[in-house]
C-alpha cells in the first residue's frame, strides 16, 4: 500500500468539544470559570480603587457612575473589593480543597491498599468525622484556634476529608490485588512507588467532580463562619464577610452592601456546581446525570 | 327533609357561634393588645437571680420589675424633655420612711406594712435583712457593688421588728444610701428561698436562678433561656403606683435588620438595642417609630492603651496616638453622631468638675507625627488594635479607621477581633496594646468612675494597667471629701491627669437610644439601662 | 430483624465515642476562659479562681474527661453555665423545634424537586431539564443566612405576606400543651386551630430557606435514578406491551428509582439538622442549632457538647432508619453486610 492510497479518515470532534457541545450549560460553567480564574489573578491589579481605602464622606452610596457598585458602611468601593476578593475566595477554597484531597486521597490510599488496622483507624476516624455535624464542627476548629485564614483552610479542609478517604479507599481497595499491581510488585517497586504511580491515577475520576463542588462549598462554609464572627479578619475583602456585614443593611434600603457581593458570590459556587456536573459528563460518561 | 332543616339550622347556629367567638376573640384580642406590651431585644436574662454567678445586664432588669429595693431614686425632666432618674432624690419603695441617725454612721427604715411577695406572704424586715447578708457574702458582682458603698459585713444590717429595719455604717460615704436603691440589694422572699436552700447551697443559688421569688410590681409569668421571658402584672404590689400595662412579652430576636422591621411594621412595641445607624434614620423617619435618646451617665466610649507595654509606656506615642484618631470620620460612620463628643476642647485643663468631659485632643497629623519622632518612633512600629465581637457593629468601623489613620504614623497595626468569653479573660490578663472599649459606672460620680478605671489599685476596668500615686491620692480623697469646692478641685485635677498622661483616649459619651411605638409614653432613663415597664403606657 | 438492628447500633460506637473524644478536646480548646465570663465583669483574680474551683475547671484534662463520660453514663449532660439550665432538660426541650423545621423544610423540598427531577428525567437535554438543572442549583449556591435575610425583607418587610419572625409563635397566643414538641401536631390535638396556623406561618418562611439549600441533591439524584431506571429492559417492555405513560412512569419506573432518592434524603436530613444553626440565628428560631452556636461564643461546653452528642447519635439513628426503609421499599435488600 502506498501513502497515497490510504485515505484520511474524517477528523471526529474531540471528546471534550463533544460534552461541551452537547450541553450548552457546562459550557456556560467552563467560559465563567475561567473568567472567574482570570480576575482572581489579576484582580489587584484591575481594581479602580484600592479596596481598602476608606471615605467616610462617601460611606453607603448607592451605584453611580464612578462607584459602580456604590460603597461600603466607611466608604470603601464595593466594586473593587468585590474584585479583590476573588483571590481571597478562590485561594481559600483551592487550598482547602487540594489539603482536603490530598491528605484524604493519602490516608484512604493507605487504608485501602495495607488494611488490617490501618483500615480499621482511617474508616473509624472518617467515620467519627462524619457524624459531627459539619458547620458547627468547622465553628469549633475556628474558634478554638483562631480565625486566621489559615485556620479557615483547616477546618473546611477537615470536614471535606471523609469523603476523600472514602472513595481513595474504595478504589485502591477494589485493584489491590489486580494484574498490574501484582506486576509492579515483582518487578521490586516499592509499596510508595505502587501507590503513587499506579493506584492514584485511578482515584482521580471519581474524585474530579467532588473537587469542584468542594470547592463551591468551601466558601458558602467561608461566609457562613463570617455570617457568626469568625470568618477572615477585617479588613480583608472577602465576598462571604461582605455579604454577612452588608445583610445589617437590608432592612434600611442599603441594598447594594449585600447584593453585589452575595451575586458573585452566587455565581462563583453556581459555576462550581455546574463545573462538577461538567466534568463528570467529561471524565467518566458511565456516570452520566 | 326535616334533618336537612334542622342540620341548616345548626348549620348556621355554628356558623353565627362561629362568628361571634371570632369578633368576640377579636375584641379581646384588641383589649389585650393594648395592656400588653412586645419587646424585642438582641439577647435575654440568662438568669433571674441578679447575685447569681455570671448574671448578663438583662438579668439586672430582671431585678428591677420582679422585685422591690428599700429606695428608688426620684425623677427629673431632661432639657430634651425625656424623663430620668435623679441621682439626687432617693425616694420610698418598699420602705415608706427612713431616718439617718444625727451621728451619720446608721439609718432606720420603716418598711411598708402592706407589701406582700408575689405568693401572699408578707414581706418583712428578716426577708431585707436575708437578701442583703446575700448581698454581701454571695461574692462575685454584687458583693462588689455593695462594696461600693461600703455595704460590707452583715452585721451592718439589724432587725429591730418585722417592720423596722437598721442599717449601721463603717465609714461615712455619700454612697451609701443611693447604692442601696441599684438592682442589687433586691429584696427576696425569705422563707420561700429557704426551702430551696441546701448544706452546700445555703442562699438558694441553683433554686433562684430559674424561679423568681420578688414582690416586685410584675411577676415572671415565665422563662425560655434564649427565647422569651413574659412578665404578669402584680395586682398586689404596694411600692408604688401600679403600673399600667398587665402583660410585658420580651423575645429575643439576634437578627438587628429583623428588629427593625418588626418595629417599623408595627410587630413589636418597643426595643432596645440596634446599631447606631437604625437608630438615627428612624429618629428622621415619618413613620409610626420614635427614638428616644439620652446620654448614658458616666459612660464613655475609649481607645485604650496598655502602659506596661512598649512603645506605649512612652507617654509622647500615646499622645501622638490621640492626636491620629480619626474623630470626626468615627463619630459620622461608626457612631452615626448618637454620643456627645469628647475632643475638641480649648485645654485640657477642666473648667468643670464634670465627667465625662471632652479633651483638648483633635485630629492632627502634624502633631501626631512630631510626638512620634520626639519619642523616637519616627518609622512607626507594629501593634494590634482587638475589640470585642459582641460591639462590633460600633468597634469594628472604628478599627478599620483607626489602622488607616495610624498607617499614617508607620505604624502598622493587625485587627482582632475577640468573641464574647474570651473578650473577659483577655480584659483580665491585661496583655492587648491597643484596645476599643466601652465602660460605664452605675454611680454617677467621677471619682467612682476613676476608681475602677484610673486607680492604681489596678481593678480589670483599668485595661491600661495604669498606675500613678498621685492621682490614686486624688481620687482616694475625692471619695470621702465633704467640702464642695475641694472636691471639685480634686476632681478637676486628676481629671486633667487622666487627659495629660492619656492611658486612654476618650472617643464619645454613648447615648442609650430606644425606639418604640409612637403610641408609647412613659419611657424613664435609667442608670442600669434596662427597660422599667413600671412606668410604661401604651394609647 | 432486632439482632441485625443491634449490632448495627453496636457498631456505630466507637464513631459515638470519637466524637465526644474530640468535642471534649475542641471545647476544652476554646480559647475563652469560661470563669472569666461567669464571675462576672468586675471580677478580680481571686474571684475567678473560686469560680473555676466550682466549675471543675482546675483538674486535669483526663480527670475532667472521666468526671464527664461517668456523669453522661448517668444522664447527667451538665449544666449550661449561660442559661444555668441542664443541658438535656434543654436540648430536649429545643430539638423537637429544630426537628419540625428539618422536617418540613424537607417536605417542602422533596415536593418540589423530586417532581422537576422526575420531569427532567423524561425529557433529558431539553429546555425543562436545563431550566431544572439551573434553578436547583441556584438554590444551593447562595449562604443560608443571606437567603434568609432576603426572603424575610421580601416577603415579610416589602410584601407583608409571611408573618413577624419572631419565632415558633406569633407572642400573643400561648405554645399547646407539649405532647410531642411538634407545634403543629400538638396544637392539633388540643384542637387549637389559632395555634395551628400560626405555627404553620411562622413556619413558612425558614423552612423554605432552608429547603431552597437541599433542592438541588434532591433533583440531581432523582433524575440520575429515574434516567437509569428508564432505559432499563422492563420498562422498555412496559412500554412495548402498550402501558399508560403515567403507570409506567409511576407505578414502576418511580418507585425502582426510590432507593438512591431515599439514601440522598437521608443524608440531606443529616446535613440540614447540622447546619440549621445560621437560618434559627436569622428567624430567632428557639433551636437547638441556635443553642450551639450561643454556647460556642461562651466557650459554654457543656451544651456544645451535648448538642454534638445529639447529632452523632441521631445521625447513626438515621442512617439505620433509612436502612430499614430500604428493606421496605426493595425486600431484595438486607440489612447485613
Known amino acids: 500500500m502506498t501513502a497515497a492510497t490510504i485515505a484520511t479518515a474524517p477528523k471526529r470532534p474531540s471528546h471534550f468539544r463533544y460534552v461541551v457541545g452537547e450541553n450548552p450549560v457546562t459550557a456556560f460553567a467552563f467560559v465563567l470559570f475561567g473568567l472567574f480564574v482570570l480576575l482572581a489573578i489579576f ?109 479557615i483552610v483547616l477546618a473546611t479542609a477537615i470536614i471535606n476529608l471523609p469523603f476523600y478517604i472514602r472513595v481513595a479507599r474504595a478504589e485502591v481497595n477494589v485493584r489491590r490485588n489486580a494484574g498490574f499491581v501484582e506486576a509492579a510488585r515483582l518487578s521490586g517497586n516499592t509499596n510508595a512507588r505502587i501507590l503513587l504511580r499506579h493506584l492514584f491515577p485511578n482515584i482521580l475520576p471519581p474524585t474530579m467532580v467532588q473537587v469542584s463542588l468542594n470547592m463551591g462549598w468551601a466558601i458558602l462554609n467561608a461566609a457562613g463562619l463570617s455570617f457568626i464572627g469568625l470568618g477572615v479578619r477585617p479588613p480583608q475583602a472577602e465576598w462571604g464577610i461582605m455579604v454577612a456585614e452588608g445583610a445589617q443593611y437590608i432592612v434600611s434600603g442599603e441594598w447594594w452592601v449585600a447584593l453585589f457581593p452575595g451575586a458573585v458570590l452566587m455565581l462563583a459556587v453556581f459555576c462550581f456546581n455546574l463545573l462538577g456536573d461538567g466534568l463528570r459528563d467529561l471524565i467518566d460518561p458511565r456516570r452520566r446525570t | 327533609m326535616i334533618q336537612h332543616a334542622t342540620f341548616m339550622r345548626s348549620g348556621r347556629a355554628i356558623v353565627f357561634l362561629l362568628a361571634s367567638l371570632l369578633l368576640a376573640s377579636g375584641a379581646l384580642a384588641q383589649d389585650r393588645r393594648t395592656e400588653t406590651l412586645i419587646i424585642a431585644n438582641e439577647f435575654g436574662p440568662n438568669s433571674l437571680d441578679i447575685h447569681g454567678v455570671g448574671a448578663n ?90 462594696k461600693a458603698g461600703s455595704l460590707e459585713k452583715p452585721e451592718q444590717f439589724v432587725v429591730v421588728d418585722d417592720y423596722t429595719f437598721r442599717v449601721t455604717f463603717l465609714r461615712k460615704d455619700k454612697l451609701t444610701m443611693p447604692d442601696m436603691a441599684v438592682p442589687v440589694p433586691s429584696i427576696y422572699n425569705s422563707e420561700l428561698a429557704k426551702k430551696h436552700a441546701t448544706a452546700a447551697d445555703p442562699w438558694a443559688a441553683e433554686w433562684l436562678k430559674s424561679n423568681e421569688a420578688g414582690g416586685g410590681a410584675y411577676k415572671v409569668e415565665s422563662w425560655k433561656p434564649g427565647q422569651e421571658i413574659v412578665y404578669t402584672r402584680f395586682d398586689d404590689w404596694k411600692s408604688g403606683p401600679l403600673p399600667k400595662l398587665k402583660r410585658i412579652i420580651q423575645r429575643d430576636v439576634p437578627s438587628a435588620g429583623n428588629r427593625r422591621a418588626l418595629l417599623v411594621k408595627g410587630d413589636i412595641d418597643m426595643s432596645y438595642e440596634m446599631p447606631p445607624k437604625d437608630f438615627a434614620e428612624l429618629s428622621q423617619e415619618k413613620g409610626n417609630v420614635k427614638v428616644v435618646s439620652v446620654p448614658v451617665e458616666n459612660a ?210 454613648p447615648t442609650q437610644d430606644v425606639a418604640m411605638q409612637k403610641n408609647i409614653s412613659g419611657f424613664v432613663y435609667w442608670f442600669h439601662l434596662q427597660p422599667d415597664f413600671r412606668q410604661i403606657v401604651k394609647m | 430483624m432486632l439482632a441485625t438492628i443491634a449490632k448495627r447500633l453496636f457498631a456505630a460506637i466507637p464513631s459515638v465515642i470519637g466524637v465526644i473524644v474530640v468535642t471534649f478536646v475542641l471545647t476544652r480548646a476554646l480559647p475563652g476562659d469560661p470563669a472569666a465570663y461567669f464571675a462576672g465583669p468586675a471580677a478580680t483574680t481571686e474571684a475567678i479562681e473560686q469560680v473555676r474551683e466550682k466549675l471543675g475547671l482546675n483538674a486535669s484534662l483526663p480527670k475532667q474527661f472521666v468526671r464527664y463520660v461517668v456523669d453522661l453514663a448517668h444522664g447527667d449532660w451538665g449544666q449550661s453555665h449561660s442559661t444555668g439550665q441542664p443541658v438535656l432538660t434543654e436540648l430536649a426541650q429545643r430539638l423537637p423545634a429544630s426537628l419540625e423545621l428539618t422536617l418540613c423544610a424537607l417536605a417542602i423540598a422533596a415536593l418540589v424537586a423530586v417532581p422537576l427531577g422526575i420531569v427532567a428525567a423524561t425529557r433529558p437535554g431539553s429546555w425543562i431539564d436545563h431550566t431544572c438543572r439551573i434553578v436547583t442549583t441556584a ?169 454534638v452528642l445529639t447529632m452523632a447519635v441521631l445521625y447513626v439513628l438515621l442512617n439505620l432508619a433509612v436502612d430499614l426503609t430500604y428493606t421496605l421499599i426493595d425486600p431484595r435488600v438486607s440489612l447485613d453486610g
Open chain 2, 300 to 509: 464613655i466610649w475609649y481607645i485604650g492603651m496598655n502602659v506596661t507595654k512598649p512603645p506605649f509606656d512612652n507617654v509622647k506615642v500615646r499622645q501622638a496616638v490621640a492626636y491620629a484618631l480619626p474623630y470626626d470620620k468615627m463619630f459620622d460612620t461608626a457612631i452615626y453622631g448618637r454620643g456627645v463628643k469628647l475632643w475638641g476642647a480649648s485645654s485640657n485643663a477642666p473648667k468643670t468638675a464634670a465627667w465625662p468631659q471632652p479633651d483638648a485632643y483633635a485630629t492632627d497629623m502634624a502633631k501626631a507625627k512630631a510626638l512620634m519622632k520626639e519619642a523616637g518612633y519616627a518609622n512607626g512600629f507594629e501593634t494590634t488594635i482587638s475589640y470585642d465581637l459582641g460591639s462590633g457593629t460600633v468597634s469594628e468601623p472604628m478599627a478599620v479607621l483607626i489602622q488607616e489613620s495610624l498607617a499614617q504614623l508607620g505604624i502598622k497595626t493587625t485587627i482582632n477581633k475577640i468573641p464574647g468569653a474570651n473578650w473577659r479573660a483577655a480584659l483580665l490578663k491585661k496583655d492587648m496594646p491597643l484596645i476599643i472599649n466601652r465602660f460605664g459606672g452605675w454611680l454617677n460620680y467621677p471619682e467612682y468612675f476613676f476608681f475602677w478605671c484610673y486607680h492604681g489599685q489596678n481593678a480589670v476596668f483599668n485595661t491600661m494597667g495604669y498606675r500613678n500615686a498621685a492621682m490614686d491620692k486624688q481620687i482616694d480623697a475625692a471619695r470621702f471629701e465633704d467640702n464642695k469646692a475641694n472636691y471639685e478641685q480634686l476632681v478637676k485635677n486628676f481629671v486633667q491627669k487622666s487627659f495629660d498622661d492619656v492611658p486612654r483616649v476618650p472617643f464619645v459619651q
Open chain 1, 43 to 151: 484582580g489587584p491589579a484591575i481594581a479602580p480603587y484600592d479596596p481598602l481605602y476608606t471615605d467616610s464622606a462617601a460611606a453607603l452610596r448607592p451605584p453611580m457612575k464612578g462607584h459602580w457598585f456604590g460603597t461600603d458602611s466607611v466608604g470603601r468601593d464595593i466594586l473593587s473589593r468585590v474584585v479583590v476578593a476573588a483571590r481571597m475566595d478562590f485561594g481559600i477554597a483551592l487550598a482547602a480543597v487540594a489539603l482536603s484531597f490530598a491528605i484524604g486521597s493519602a490516608l484512604g490510599s493507605c487504608a485501602g491498599y495495607f488494611g488490617g488496622w490501618t483500615d480499621r483507624i482511617v474508616s473509624r476516624g472518617s467515620d467519627t468525622i462524619m457524624a459531627f455535624p459539619l458547620f458547627v464542627l468547622a465553628m469549633g476548629i475556628v474558634a478554638a484556634l483562631g480565625n486566621t485564614v489559615g485556620n
Open chain 3, 139 to 307: 438554590g444551593v449556591s447562595l449562604p443560608t443566612f443571606f437567603t434568609g435575610l432576603l426572603l424575610a425583607y421580601i416577603f415579610y418587610f416589602l410584601l407583608g405576606w409571611a408573618p413577624a419572625p419572631l419565632g415558633r409563635l406569633d407572642p400573643y397566643l400561648t405554645a399547646p400543651p407539649p405532647v410531642t414538641g411538634f407545634y403543629l401536631i400538638d396544637s392539633l390535638i388540643a384542637g387549637d386551630w389559632e395555634v395551628f396556623v400560626s405555627s404553620a406561618k411562622q413556619l413558612a418562611l425558614p423552612a423554605v430557606t432552608m429547603g431552597l439549600f437541599v433542592m438541588a441533591p434532591l433533583a440531581r439524584m432523582t433524575r440520575a435514578a429515574m434516567l437509569g431506571v428508564l432505559t432499563s429492559d422492563f420498562i422498555r417492555t412496559a412500554r412495548a406491551s402498550g402501558l399508560a405513560k403515567g403507570t409506567i412512569l409511576y407505578r414502576y419506573a418511580f418507585r425502582n428509582a426510590l432507593l438512591p432518592v431515599v439514601t440522598t434524603m437521608g443524608m440531606v436530613f443529616s446535613f440540614m439538622l447540622g447546619s440549621n444553626v445560621l437560618v434559627e440565628k436569622v428567624f430567632a428560631w428557639p433551636g437547638i442549632g441556635s443553642y450551639a452556636i450561643e454556647a460556642l461564643t461562651a466557650s459554654d461546653y457543656a451544651p456544645v457538647q451535648g448538642f
Open chain 2, 57 to 146: 445586664r438583662p438579668a439586672y432588669g430582671v431585678a428591677w420589675v420582679a422585685y422591690d429595693r428599700l429606695m428608688t431614686y426620684g425623677r427629673k425632666t431632661l432639657p430634651s424633655g425625656v424623663v430620668s432618674y435623679d441621682y439626687n432624690k432617693l425616694e420610698p419603695e418598699l420602705a415608706e420612711s427612713w431616718e439617718i441617725a444625727k451621728d451619720g454612721m446608721s439609718v432606720v427604715f420603716k418598711l411598708r406594712k402592706s407589701a406582700k411577695f408575689h405568693d401572699g406572704t408578707p414581706v418583712t424586715a428578716k426577708d431585707v435583712k436575708w437578701s442583703y447578708d446575700r448581698a454581701v457574702s454571695i461574692g462575685g458582682f454584687p458583693t462588689f457593688q455593695m
